[in-house]
């Protein structure tokens, strides 16, 4: 069996999944939390929604109605 | 692990988001009950006094005048305070969450903060959010005929990604050919063209539309630069 050096390594893949949970993790974590809310308050059409974030989507320029 | 989840980095975002953009929200809120408030509801006068109109003339008329204004039979705040403050709390849910985004890119790219890149990081909000998608859909008062929401919805929303990426290519790549590529991203939603809708009318007058639109332009550039400015203050104060 051919091993594969490098690529599988543990002393490889630490400061990989070290990247991914220092920095890319919470960048996402944050990043969806305001897609979230942006959503609420620009795209969702559910009349009380709508009705309550009116004022702020015309004035923002968002599409309305 | 959940250990290695960089927590601090995380919670560094969210509050300076959280504080950023209530407070750019309160401000912008502010902004808005000099002109554009004002306007909103006079456009809103002649939109239910053509909507009156149409409900006298015939039955036809009243159930298309009725599908018009069908969230209006639903909870509408009174107007008044209480618009108002739903207004303020929809004003604040965008810049909390506009401001989640910027965290995550600064902290994406390794940035310090500070409120002069800040300022930066607002303006180019202000283009990528407002000025790029008013270009083909300039914002509306009340009663304005326009193509169909989902229609304008997925333009709006190409419009802003390709702007956004446009401008991180433009300023941040590091080759000429990525920089065009960037330029021509820029100009692609507008080569495309805007969903139109099938007759241009306003039932508001062509001064309050014109007005509208000088209104918000300066309301939402208030907004942004200030909120590029405190969401860079925050984010440096909070490393």
Not at chain 2, 29 to 57: H, P
Not at chain 2, 117 to 124: D, E, I
Not at chain 2, 196 to 209: K, R
Not at chain 2, 212 to 217: G, K, S
Request: charged content about 10%; glycine content about 10%; some cysteine.
């Amino acid at each position: 069996m051919p091993s594969t050096p490098g690529l599988l390594d543990s002393v490889d893949s630490q400061p990989r999944s070290a990247t991914w949970k220092d920095k890319i993790l919470p960048v996402m974590l944050a990043a969806s939390l305001g897609l979230i809310l942006l959503y609420g308050a620009v795209f969702a059409e559910t009349a009380a929604l709508h009705n309550a974030a009116h004022d702020a989507r015309h004035s923002a320029g968002f599409p309305c109605h | 692990m959940a250990g290695m989840f960089d927590l601090a980095a995380f919670k560094r975002i969210i509050s300076a988001a959280a504080l950023a953009g209530m407070l750019a929200g309160l401000l912008l809120t502010a902004v808005q009950q000099i002109q554009v408030s004002q306007l909103i509801l006079k456009a809103e006068t002649y939109e239910d006094a053509a909507s009156t109109a149409a409900v006298s003339q015939s039955a036809h008329a009243y159930s298309s005048a009725e599908n018009m204004h069908h969230e209006q039979d639903a909870w509408q705040p009174a107007t008044g305070v209480e618009r108002t403050l739903f207004t303020a709390l929809a004003n604040i849910s965008l810049g909390v969450g506009f401001g989640l985004l910027l965290g995550a890119t600064i902290c994406l790219r390794g940035e310090a903060g500070g409120w002069r890149s800040g300022l930066l990081w607002g303006l180019a909000g202000y283009m990528v959010f407002f000025v790029a998608p008013s270009l083909g859909l300039p914002p509306e008062v009340p009663g304005a005929e326009a193509a169909p929401l989902v229609d304008r919805q997925l333009w709006w929303l190409m419009t802003v990604i390709m702007t956004a990426g446009g401008l991180s290519f433009l300023i941040f790549a590091r080759t000429g050919k990525v920089k065009i590529l960037g330029a021509v991203m820029l100009g692609i939603p507008h080569l495309i063209g805007v969903p139109q809708p099938q007759v241009h009318a306003s039932t508001a007058p062509v001064e309050l539309v014109h007005a509208f639109i000088y209104a918000t332009a300066i309301a939402n550039a208030v907004f942004w630069l200030a909120f590029g400015g405190l969401m860079g203050f925050f984010y440096k104060k909070f490393a």
